[in-house]
Every structure is written in structure tokens, then in C-alpha cells.
């Protein structure tokens, strides 16, 4: 690990809509991308349902989000962990969730994708690598 | 505060970002770059067009870094460079090419 880089997770646990926490997450995580750190995002509890697929907020008059989701290859952010768990006990299953793609530079630019389903007990310890976790 | 183009009114901010993305046309654009004191060529163009389909397509105005390797990648390094991307936006290529784009201003910018 490089001087001066520290390891980033940024602990998502509430549903997209509702609260602010999501999409304040969200802008954190776009604006922090500045500063070059080793930056992963979990999500887990409801967390989960901010990534899944053909989100619809007409009905609740707030811009939907959830596209933005995907830009984030864009700004080096490439590491999505989802608590397998979490989705479970939601009844929901990786195919629930929208394909999100990053270009790797090391590898000739070839798409991989950024979600990255793990364990509750590969979850404690991505918790347990990091320099800094900031929870929302 | 707002812009008037062909005889209708447009209402911005105080920093000149149209509040609604919707009233955003060609003929506005040109507005705001006179006010702006840029002349609009292809250049500035192609780099509002680039802006406008990625807000489309996620929902943001990209970070300026974002948006000149996205647009070195695009249209070449001679267009995608920090350089000439100041010589097209000299108040920054991001700030200045989302407000004549019609977009907010940029994520993370102040």
C-alpha cells in the first residue's frame, strides 16, 4: 500500500428512498473519490435495495439514483460488496440486483463487473481491513 | 433571476444554473455562453452534448477529471486535456460546461 492511502468502506444499511442517508452516501462517496483513497462500498440490511434493478420513484415524486450507481467505475470506485445475508432474508438474489461494470486500467481497459456478493463472516472481515469506516 | 430567450423567460440561480433541466434548448445554451463570454464552436459542442448524455444516462454532471478522460477517451487526446479544455471553459470545464449544458452544478464542485 502506497504512503498516505488509506483503506475507505463506506457501510450502506438503509433502503434508497425514505431517508437521505442513500443518496447523501452517494455524494460522499463521488466528492471523496477526489482524493485517491482505497475505496470499497458494503451494503448490507437495506442497505441491498439501493442496488436493485428498474427502480421506479414516479410515484413518490424523487429523482431515482440509481443510474449514478453505475458512473461510479468512472471515478475508480469499483468495489460494491453485498452481504449475501441481507439479501436473502429479503428474499432476494444477486439477479435482483443491476449490472454495474468498471474498466480495469491494468487489464486493457476489459469490463469486470463492480458488485461483489460476500458472506456475513467475509463481511466482519472487510470491516476488520479497513482504515476507515463511515457508516450511513 | 432568470434568462429570456426567444420571448421566454428561463429561471436560474444566483450562480446561473436553469432550475429546471427541462426549459433547457440550443437557443438557451447560446444565451448562457454569450453571458458567459464563450463563443460556441463544434469544440464547445461536442463537449455539452458529451455533458447532457451522461446526466442522461446517470443522472450526474461528471467530476471534471471524469470528464476530460471521458472525453480524451471520446474524442481524442488532442480535445481531451486539461489544456485545451481550459481554453474552451476558462472558468472550468465542468462549471462552466453544466451551466451552459442546462445541468446542476457539478457533484463535489464549489
Known sequence: M????????????KAPYGTIYALEALEVVLIGAAFDQDVSLAFLDDGVFQLTKGQNTDGIGVKNFSPTFRALGDYDV???????????ERGLTEDDLQEIMYEDEDDDWAEK???????????????????????? | MSYEVNGQTVEHDEEGYITNLNDWSKELAEVIAKQEEIEMTDEHWAVVNFLRDYYEEYQIAPAVRVLI???KKQMGPEIGN?????????????????????????????
Open chain 1, 113 to 136: 463487473p463492480s458488485i461483489r456478493i460476500i458472506s456475513r463472516a467475509e463481511m466482519a472481515d472487510l470491516m476488520h481491513d479497513q482504515d476507515v469506516i463511515l457508516s450511513f
Open chain 1, 2 to 13: 502506497e504512503d498516505g492511502i488509506k483503506k475507505f468502506l463506506y457501510v450502506n444499511r
Open chain 1, 78 to 88: 469499483n468495489k460494491l460488496y453485498v452481504e449475501r445475508e441481507s439479501l436473502e
Open chain 2, 82 to 110: 486539461n489544456k485545451y479544455m481550459y481554453e474552451l471553459f476558462p472558468y472550468g470545464p465542468a462549471k462552466q460546461a453544466c451551466k451552459i449544458a442546462g445541468l446542476p452544478k457539478p457533484t463535489g464542485c464549489v
Open chain 2, 69 to 71: 478522460k471521458a472525453i
